[in-house]
């Protein structure tokens, strides 16, 4: 396989790796979460996202997003042409089954019009919508990776596109943050001065294999430490003085408290379920990718609440959690920023709790409940009592 | 479901937590109920090559141990600007050293002690500030060794630039804030100091009756002079160092610019300026 990709900035650090651009993509598509590639015209976006086709030979389909696209079209370049003859329920089915994609490339999917644009993002959640029906494609596996330069104001609820984007595409990345090295720029254009995105050699790698690991990975157990910080950030986060920022709604974060304002109560919703899911495969993906890198087992299992908080920040930064009122005066704009400031508030929670928390695991290995050890358990951390219940009632239900 | 229970959280063996727990003596804090969470947290000083260790000392009845005293004054940083947000302040550098080094201004008396507790740190009181002038000027005169965070001995050059850069005579004004209030209660001059956060509230943990025998008038002092409190007993013909005498509701800082560097302990704490600022100290463990 010829990547023509390069860039060694790090994204992240992960159990001492450093993780780029790269890997980053790599997790996506090994936990079929689609990536949506924010960036400025040029910044090599679309040359990721052609590079990553090569994990799926021939079984992966680039569209290039034009505002004159109709759904029609589409459907041609997927070979549904034949979509309207089809005299029945089970016909379209079977033609749907012959949809032999499992990764799809949409370069400038802002250029689409909104008909086309929900038919792409149904073809990355492995299925096609005729006549108000889905049918599914592919084998069981097919993801996304969209590009576009949509500035920052994306995730606004009023816009449409934000909307859109914030429902269907699991993780955003903003290529500007992470602009390759000047030594990579340096080897670009030494070697190459075609302006124009090239698609390298296709992979003899058939793209069962890839999707293969993706199914096993998605078939893994997730650690219980994975789950609970999940679920500190679906319902830890949402706790205020108020009692929750959901059913604030649009009260947040102006009627908090004084004191709220300052810390992450006023800068950061609760994250959705969906999101809560993508963190956790995205989580579990880093970590697959930090194996093949060499990291062993015991050094990941120590070290997961890093990958979750690097998953978290992916998935959260254009998601709409964050208040941008807050990240514009106190990070200058900076949304990653941001949400490292929550990561950091998180890991002082989690540092401070985990006697109680570990407490409340050993209780439930006890099958005992214990109301000293649920009341520990305050305010943010209220949800560990519930969730500890459920544990502890799951486990009577599961020891013989 | 099916759930695995873990024999580790955070990477820490679960083990006996149920016990200690439920004993009441957990090794973890719990979070506060009341208190929003804090969104810095800086556990250890991660640029100790940064800092000079005060060695502790005693003064009559007060004494206090190493202590890790920031080279410079507290500049901006992301773990400031994560301190800003908890505080709901946004620290800028609004000045800089001599050597070209930047730092937070514009912050007054309060706003600068909780920074620095807010980081984790503490604010020098007055004895012990001037402790660290006297320690600067002994190591810039060849007469102790004095150690950076690590261990290793800083060099007079260095030591001398960051006693001049407190101290000179010149422009620009350069002030930072230390850790002493001032009343008069009922007649009674008291001085409260060591001050911790509770909440978003200043406390302070040591509140005793001013000392006798400090120079109870602004004038020219000699520091080496100071009693337990960092309050100098004599007054000095060679003007290297003024004093302001401690006023009712007032607060100490020490201050330089081209006319003279002055220990004052009757400044306005609300005050605030560009070049005022406060040092990062923490306790050396």
Known sequence: MTKMYQNSTEIMQLYGLPISMQDMVDACLLGRLNLFLQGDTGSGKTQLAKDAMQNFGDKSLFVLGRNDMDTRELFQQINLDKWRTAASTNELRELSDKVNYNMFVVDELPNCVPAVRAQLFNLFDGFIEINGKAYPIGNGYSVGIATGNIGQQFTESTNELGRALKDRMHVTIDTDYFFPQPGDTLEILATN???????????????????????????KEVPLEKIIIANYLLHGLDHCSKGSKRQMKHQWPTQLENHEQGSDVGLVLPVSLRAAKSIIRLSQSL????????????????????????????????SGVLNPA??????????????????????TQFDQQWENVSAGIEMVQSGKMNSRVLDTFKDRWTFMRNTLERLTKNYENNTP | MKITLPKHFLGKSVVGTLERVLAGTPTSTPTSSTTPPSIVTTPTITDPQNYIILPGATHGKYSYGDILVAKHRLGKSTLTELAGQQLGVVFENTSQEKDNTPYIGNINWQTALKLNLTLGNCTLRPRQFIDFLLHLRKGADNKTSVHDGRGTKIVKAELKNIYQEIVEERDPYRAEWLDAHFRNTLGEFRTTTAHVLNGTDLVA????????????????????????????TNKSRKQEFYFWHPH??????????????VLSCGRNPSYALAGLGVRAAREKK
């Open chain 1, 287 to 318: 970590d697959e990718i930090a194996r093949g890198k060499g990291i062993e087992n015991g050094v990941i299992e120590k070290e997961q609440f890093n990958s979750m908080m690097e998953a978290y920040k992916f998935v959260s930064a254009y």
């Open chain 1, 326 to 347: 807050a990240v514009d005066n106190v990070y200058g704009g900076d949304k990653y920023k941001a949400l490292d400031a929550v990561r950091m508030a998180t890991r």
């Open chain 1, 193 to 219: 001065t075609n302006p124009r995105v090239e698609f390298g050699t296709v992979s003899d790698t058939p793209a069962t294999q890839f999707i293969d690991r993706s199914h096993a990975l998605a078939k």
């Open chain 2, 205 to 232: 943990q040591g509140d005793e009756p001013l000392l006798t025998g400090y120079v109870m008038e602004d004038a020219y002092v000699d520091i080496a002079s100071a009693n337990a409190q960092g309050l100098p």
């Open chain 2, 248 to 261: 009712n509701g007032k607060v100490a800082r020490f201050d330089a610019d081209s006319v003279r560097a």
